[in-house]
């Protein structure tokens, strides 16, 4: 008993070391890409003084490289912050339209340029517990993975189904879809399924370990179907504010 006992505590206690040592690499590496292309960057803006286009083009991509870092970071600080954190002990009513809305006009821009029709429904009305921040940063993750990984002139949608004591906010897309073998993992932190195409949307691979530590911090949980080709579904649930005074009908 007490010598298997020691024995997986230390094989847990190495599993968590692993874990921690590849996040560390991995912060490592998404830092040091950016930095490294922006050094490049400035060298190259350096030598082609002379040509006005050339500069003008290597400075576009300083701006871009520049914008990814912000981004990266943006995601490192969200998620040490909710990581770890306790469930929420006073949770407040927050209106679920108002949460979507918000999510929805932050990739309204990325939307259009790909002519995806964003509509949202059955979200008037639903109150959730929780805090309306980091419930908009838990969507906007959802809604900007469905507008990157989906192709032009497709439609996301947003719905939202009540019981009687969770509210059900999904976010489905007709997009490229997840393989099988990759759905269990794509909530780990930097878990992606193409690197190059999440880079490419600028995604930094933290987007979903966000919303999976939003979600459990309100009591709730996150949820995914996808089929390759077809499209993804993630579904939200959340805790909906009880009556304190229980009435039997009739009373
Ligand atoms: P990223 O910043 O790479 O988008 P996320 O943590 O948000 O990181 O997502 C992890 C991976 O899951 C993505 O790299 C992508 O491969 C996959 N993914 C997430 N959302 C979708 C979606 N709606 N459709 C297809 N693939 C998705």
Same mark, same amino acid.
């Not at 007490?2 to 968590?16: F, I, K, Y």
């Not at 929780?130 to 838990?138: F, I, N, R, S, W």
């Given at each position: 008993g =007490? !010598? =298997? !006992? =020691? #024995?997986?505590? @230390? %094989?847990? &206690? &190495? &599993?968590?070391e692993a874990v921690r040592r590849d996040f560390v690499a991995n912060v490592s590496h998404e830092l040091k890409t950016p930095v490294g292309a922006l050094s490049l960057l400035a060298e190259t803006i350096a030598d082609a003084s002379d040509d006005p286009e050339a500069v003008r083009r290597f400075t576009g991509r300083m701006q871009k490289e520049a914008a990814r870092l912000t981004s990266v970071i943006q995601d490192l600080i969200t998620l040490s912050r909710i990581q770890g954190a306790e469930p929420m002990a006073e949770p407040a009513d927050v209106d679920l339209a108002? $949460? $979507?809305e918000e999510a929805l006009e932050s990739v309204r821009m990325a939307a259009d340029a790909k002519?995806? @029709?964003l509509v949202a429904s059955g979200t008037a009305g639903v109150t959730v517990l929780?805090?309306?921040?980091? =419930?908009? %940063? #838990?969507m906007r993750n959802l809604v900007a993975n469905a507008v990157a990984y989906s192709p032009e002139r497709t439609r996301v949608s947003v719905t939202a189904a009540v019981t009687e004591t969770t509210a059900e906010v999904s976010v489905a897309d007709q997009g490229i879809g997840i393989p099988p073998q990759d759905l269990e993992r794509i909530f780990e932190r930097f878990y992606r399924v193409d690197a190059a195409r999440s880079r490419a949307t600028g995604g930094t691979g933290l987007g979903l370990a966000i919303v999976k530590h939003i979600s459990t911090h309100h009591r709730g949980d996150v949820t995914v179907w996808?089929?390759?080709g077809s499209g993804s579904t993630f579904t939200l649930r959340l805790p909906r504010p009880q009556p304190r005074v229980r009435q039997s009908p009739g009373q």
């Open positions: =007490l !010598v =298997l !006992v =020691l #024995a997986e505590d @230390q %094989t847990e &206690r &190495r &599993r968590v108002h $949460v $979507v002519e995806i @029709q929780g805090d309306e921040g980091l =419930l908009v %940063t #838990a996808s089929k390759e």
